[in-house]
């Protein structure tokens, strides 16, 4: 899945680290704002997350519970943002966290530089940008 995002500042509460528990306060703002689940889907735990721009949803991710948990190791969103330089700021603000940030494979994807990261529990992101 990838995220179109004109800047990956947008929202003034979103959160890439999250955990059911909110024991885990790390975050990193991605554009996309925490919203609430529909009430028939509330119990089952997790979370989504929504970008909108000019009254229109552009994205939305639904993060969901397992148990026993295990990290989404492989299958992840893609985030992409618009320039080299927000590619940049987002890998800073990952790391700024501690966040895990891996350049390995800036290059394999041709036209699109990018990066890997993972939250503290081991699901993994990429954020890419156009050449």
Same mark, same amino acid.
């Given at each position: 899945?990838?995220?179109?995002?004109?800047?990956?500042?947008?929202?003034?509460?979103?959160?890439?680290?999250?955990?059911?528990?909110?024991?885990?306060?790390?975050?990193?703002?991605?554009? *996309?704002?925490?919203?609430?689940?529909?009430?028939?889907?509330?119990?089952?735990?997790? @979370?989504?997350?929504?970008?909108?721009?000019?009254?229109?949803?552009?994205?939305?991710?639904? @993060?969901?519970?397992?148990?026993?948990?295990?990290?989404?190791?492989?299958?992840?969103?893609?985030?992409?943002?618009?320039?080299?330089?927000? *590619?940049?700021?987002?890998?800073?603000?990952?790391?700024?966290?501690?966040?895990?940030?891996?350049?390995?494979?800036?290059?394999?994807?041709?036209?699109?530089?990018?990066?890997?990261?993972?939250?503290?529990?081991?699901?993994?992101?990429?954020?890419?940008?156009?050449?």
């Amino acid at each position: 899945m990838a995220i179109a995002t004109s800047d990956v500042s947008v929202a003034s509460r979103s959160a890439f680290w999250v955990a059911e528990s909110r024991a885990e306060q790390r975050h990193v703002d991605v554009g *996309l704002a925490e919203v609430a689940k529909p009430p028939a889907l509330a119990g089952r735990g997790g @979370c989504w997350f929504r970008h909108i721009e000019d009254g229109a949803v552009l994205a939305e991710i639904h @993060c969901g519970i397992e148990d026993p948990f295990h990290p989404a190791r492989t299958a992840h969103p893609a985030l992409v943002v618009d320039t080299a330089e927000q *590619l940049e700021r987002m890998a800073a603000r990952i790391e700024s966290v501690d966040g895990d940030v891996d350049w390995a494979e800036r290059t394999s994807f041709e036209g699109y530089p990018r990066f890997h990261a993972r939250d503290p529990f081991g699901n993994r992101l990429e954020v890419l940008t156009p050449d």
